[in-house]
């Protein structure tokens, strides 16, 4: 394994630099055979969502509409049933129904994946990790050379 700065020079330095990265051990960036799997799990992000979506759907309008209904004309509204019906109103539907498009799908599975992806380590936190790596690495030679002179 290179370090990270073997890494850093090699990156941009011409045509076999990648060739060279490669042998070091460095991930490639695109490999056409992840293709597949990436178009799966984005269908599966949107399954997920337009599943939450729904379901979402049928809790706001028991919560907002059927609850109070069936409640009776002089009960109050539960606390949970006016933040729904505030936080999340359909003036599209006069607040009757909950409804939403495929273009919410698409944004509430975007958001989803954002929230799930880690976030790229900094230049200080690579180092960092080298270094960490190398103390271990000197640690274990430091023992064997012990081991050996005690032998």
């Not at 045509?15 to 042998?23: D, F, H, Q, R, V």
């Not at 759907?57 to 028991?62: A, K, N, P």
């Not at 069936?70 to 009960?75: A, F």
């Not at 880690?118 to 690495?137: C, N």
């Amino acid at each position: 394994q290179a370090t990270w700065l073997e890494r850093r020079r090699c990156w941009g330095a011409g045509p076999g630099a990648k060739a060279e990265l490669a042998k070091m051990g460095a991930p490639r960036l695109f490999t056409l055979s992840f293709l597949p799997r990436a178009v799966l799990q984005a269908f599966f992000m949107v399954l997920v969502a337009g599943i939450w979506l729904w379901i979402f759907g049928m809790f706001w309008t028991f919560m907002v509409i059927e609850l109070p209904k069936d409640l009776g004309p002089y009960s109050q509204m539960s606390s949970l049933s006016m933040f729904l019906h505030r936080a999340f109103p359909m003036k599209e539907s006069n607040d009757t129904k909950w409804e939403f498009k495929f273009d919410h799908i698409l944004i509430l599975a975007n958001v989803m994946v954002l929230l799930m992806m880690r976030w790229a380590p900094t230049r200080l936190e690579i180092k960092e990790e080298a270094d960490r790596e190398m103390a271990q690495a000197n640690k274990k030679s430091k023992a064997k050379k012990l081991a050996k002179a005690l032998s």
